[in-house]
């Protein structure tokens, strides 16, 4: 089993993550995000079963699609999300540059290994902008591999202009491609 397959099993289902979506920190990204949305094609990456792309899509209208690195998360999202697409992509960079008006990525970077990589993957999927949440201090959840300043994320992003504003628990960052 694949480490994402293992958080989705032993974290996310077991705990039953998709019913803390309706606390009010978690509602604050999902109103952030959808109103800094723009154009009419959106991503949520690292959707995992695809409730917090349903959360999104029922704020701002438009295509709204799930990515996850895990096969079964997606499996799971499609069933329990019929109305919405979900893709499975094991690495970013394999779908279509610009393929998203918006991309929005919340609560993945301080998981991810390579988070560099992982971030320029992210800015050439998104045709106009790219909306980042992240915690800005520890949060008790498996998995996080770093804690980011304000200033450690604008360099992940480095040249492009990016706002970064601190909300309760996260760093909310907006990132317009030019």
């Known amino acids: 089993m694949s480490e994402a397959e293992d958080w989705i099993i032993n974290h996310y289902v077991r705990k039953q ?29 690292g959707c995992v079963l695809g409730d917090g792309t349903s959360e999104l899509a029922r704020r701002k209208p438009g295509k709204w699609t799930g990515v996850d690195v895990s096969e079964r998360g997606i499996a799971m999202a499609t069933e329990k999300h019929p109305e919405l697409t979900f893709l499975c992509a094991k690495d970013l960079n394999q779908l279509p540059v610009g393929m998203f008006d ?24 998104a045709k106009k902008r790219l909306l980042i949440t992240t915690p800005h201090r520890y949060v008790n959840d498996p998995g996080h591999l770093r804690i980011y300043t304000d200033v450690g994320l604008r360099r992940l992003f480095e040249p492009a202009a990016i706002t970064i504003e601190k909300v309760e628990r996260y760093w909310f960052a907006i990132v317009d491609k030019a």
Request: with cysteine; aromatic share 14%.
């Open 17 to 45: 993550i998709w019913k803390k979506l309706g606390q009010p920190h978690h509602q604050i990204r999902f109103d952030w995000g959808a109103k800094n949305a723009i154009g009419e094609t959106f991503a949520d990456i």
């Open 102 to 125: 918006t991309v929005f990525c919340s609560e993945v970077l301080e998981h991810v290994e390579y988070d560099m990589a992982y971030a320029k993957s992210l800015l050439r999927l």
